[in-house]
Antibody, heavy 119, light 110 residues
Framework: QVQLVESGGGVVQPGRSLRLSCEAS????????MHWVRQAPGQGLEWVAV????????YYTDSVKGRFTISRDNSKNTLYLQVNSLKTEDTAVYYC????????????WGKGTTVTVSS | QSALTQPASVSGSPGQSIAISCTGT?????????VSWYQQHPGKAPKLMIY???NRPSGVSNRFSGSKSGNTASLTISGLQAEDEADYYC??????????FGGGTKLTVL
């Protein structure tokens, strides 16, 4: 079945880095743009970044530009989010989501991985 | 990249209809027919309910419908059921090729 599974979250000190992963299965990964969306504790959804199907186009929300990098390896059916210079306000559940081909909505979501930034 | 504006909460009794608004600008909601709505139950991942303003994915009840006028989109849920109690988020494509979510609306079924 169509599935996205995130991993790589954990507890990290401010200023440190993490790499989040999202492994896709059950569909042709290379045909779809992919997103990262995060949700701070008790807060709403915040869109973080998107990468085109071939990795040639990447867009970010202003608050993470210069610190986060989205990437993908289509040979491994895996999406990544490199998160550097972490701040306490980056504490959140990070979801990856698939974008339907040629569309602008997220039709498949993972269950999320939790990042906690704390000293 | 300001969040879209949604009411913090709405409520209704079983069988009633409710509407949730989502207000943006001409650079997002008003400029494109790419508004989508997501349902999220506590501790769960979001679920797509409406896409492209007024289209339902396969498997989503026809009690859910969407519309848009100018810079404001709306999600209507008719025949409220207890299982509809959840948080609802709108989202839009933007002129910067990014996406933006609303702040979320908590639906309570009385």
């Amino acid at each position: 079945q169509v599935q996205l599974v995130e991993s790589g979250g954990g507890v990290v000190q401010p200023g440190r880095s993490l790499r989040l992963s999202c492994e896709a299965s059950g569909f042709t990964f290379r045909n779809h743009a992919m997103h990262w969306v995060r949700q701070a504790p008790g807060q709403g959804l915040e869109w973080v970044a998107v990468i085109s199907y071939d990795g040639s186009h990447k867009y970010y929300t202003d608050s993470v530009k210069g610190r986060f990098t989205i990437s993908r390896d289509n040979s491994k059916n895996t999406l990544y989010l490199q998160v550097n210079s972490l701040k306490t306000e980056d504490t959140a559940v990070y979801y990856c989501a698939r974008e339907e081909w040629g569309q602008y909505y997220m039709d498949v979501w993972g269950k999320g991985t939790t990042v906690t930034v704390s000293s | 990249q300001s969040a879209l504006t949604q009411p913090a909460s709405v409520s209704g009794s079983p069988g009633q209809s409710i509407a949730i608004s989502c207000t943006g600008t001409s650079s997002d909601v008003g400029g494109y027919n790419y508004v989508s709505w997501y349902q999220q139950h506590p501790g769960k991942a979001p679920k797509l309910m409406i896409y492209d303003v007024n289209n339902r994915p396969s498997g989503v009840s026809n009690r859910f419908s969407g519309s848009k006028s100018g810079n404001t989109a709306s999600l209507t849920i008719s025949g409220l059921q207890a299982e509809d109690e959840a948080d609802y988020y709108c989202s839009s494509y933007t002129s910067s090729s990014t996406r933006v979510f609303g702040g979320g609306t908590k639906l309570t079924v009385l």
